[in-house]
Nanobody, 114 residues
């Protein structure tokens, strides 16, 4: 059974930073392109960052230059470093493969507020 466990979300003020982690089990993470997604209240889930097996990265325009995705294949884990956070980044953040092939984890809540 494939599972994703996200962590690292918190309440931070605008301009703050967070580092999210996502550990996968049940798959060999290194075989997949991985992605970070987010879902804000009342909105559809969206892909914000992806990283290929070779380490190439891509970002949604809304986070480009502020977010950095990385991976540690030995730990089956992907990370999302988020800097210069704004209230528009408030959402539940999830990870999965890219495109997503498996069920969603519980996600981790990121709230950006003064």
């Amino acid at each position: 059974q494939v599972q994703f466990v996200e962590s690292g979300g918190d309440l931070v003020p605008p301009g703050g930073s967070l580092r999210l982690s996502c550990e996968a089990s049940g798959i060999i993470s290194s075989l997949y392109t991985r992605g970070w997604y987010r879902q804000a209240p009342g909105k559809q889930r969206e892909l914000v960052a992806g990283i290929t097996r070779g380490g190439a990265t891509a970002y949604a325009d809304s986070v480009k230059g502020r977010f950095t995705i990385s991976r540690d294949n030995a730990k089956n884990t992907v990370f999302l470093q988020m800097n210069s956070l704004t209230p528009e980044d408030t959402a539940v953040y999830y990870c999965n493969t890219n495109p997503h092939r498996y069920g969603w984890g519980q996600g981790t809540q990121v709230t950006v507020s003064p």
